[in-house]
T-cell receptor, first 116, second 109 residues
Framework: KAGVTQTPRYLIKTRGQQVTLSCSPI?????VSWYQQTPGQGLQFLFE???????NKGNFPGRFSGRQFSNSRSEMNVSTLELGDSALYLC???????????????FGSGTRLTVV | DAKTTQPNSMESNEEEPVHLPCNHS???????IHWYRQLPSQGPEYVIH???SNVNNRMASLAIAEDRKSSTLILHRATLRDAAVYYC??????????FGKGTRLSVIA
């Protein structure tokens, strides 16, 4: 079956611009989480959505936002980009709340964002 | 969040068993212990999770200490494909996964 799909794979943006990243979870998964990975800070949790509602939020500034659609697809947006936002952004989905045996989070391959 | 301590790195010979330790002395009674790994240039991958008893699946075994303050992920026969960073993550309910620095496992042919 198809895994978690993130688009685009690579992105180069200029400081001050905004960016939208997309994540399509595994079919039937209702939980989608976003993470930022940098060499210095490692994997940091951004936010999680479950059935279109934000369930958890990490410690990131308000420039980082997200949403989830009725088909469980999710987008995250970063406004007023800074050089420090350059990172690998990872999306993960899980089958929590579906009544099926939980099989952990499945991560996508990520979107590599470079801010210049 | 429970604090975890893992070795920064470990090395194993191919086809030998590997025991990856994790200390989580502040774990709460409702925290499950999750293990994920991240292969080079990929997103993390779920390995296994457990609460109190030892757990086995096709990828690995998880041995949990009786007092739950530590656990060990066991790869029965390491392959080159098992070279990755391994993360031990206590997690309760629907709280997010909080990744630490993990253990970088190198496998030598």
């Amino acid at each position: 079956k198809a895994g978690v799909t993130q688009t685009p794979r690579y992105l180069i943006k200029t400081r001050g611009q905004q960016v939208t990243l997309s994540c399509s979870p595994i079919s039937g998964h209702r939980s989608v989480s976003w993470y930022q990975q940098t060499p210095g800070q490692g994997l940091q949790f951004l936010f999680e959505y479950f059935s279109e509602t934000q369930r958890n939020k990490g410690n990131f500034p308000g420039r980082f936002s997200g949403r989830q659609f009725s088909n469980s697809r999710s987008e995250m947006n970063v406004s007023t980009l800074e050089l420090g936002d350059s990172a690998l952004y990872l999306c993960a989905s899980s089958n929590e709340g579906t009544g099926r045996k939980w099989r952990g989070y499945t991560f996508g391959s990520g979107t590599r964002l470079t801010v210049v | 969040d429970a604090k975890t301590t893992q070795p920064n790195s470990m090395e194993s010979n191919e086809e030998e068993p590997v025991h990856l330790p994790c200390n989580h002395s502040t774990i709460s009674g409702t925290d499950y212990i999750h293990w994920y790994r991240q292969l080079p240039s990929q997103g993390p991958e779920y390995v296994i999770h457990g609460l109190t008893s030892n757990v086995n699946n096709r990828m690995a075994s998880l041995a949990i200490a009786e007092d739950r303050k530590s656990s060990t992920l066991i790869l029965h026969r390491a392959t080159l494909r098992d070279a990755a960073v391994y993360y031990c993550i206590p997690r309760s309910g629907n709280t997010p996964l909080v990744f630490g620095k993990g253990t970088r496992l190198s496998v030598i042919a």
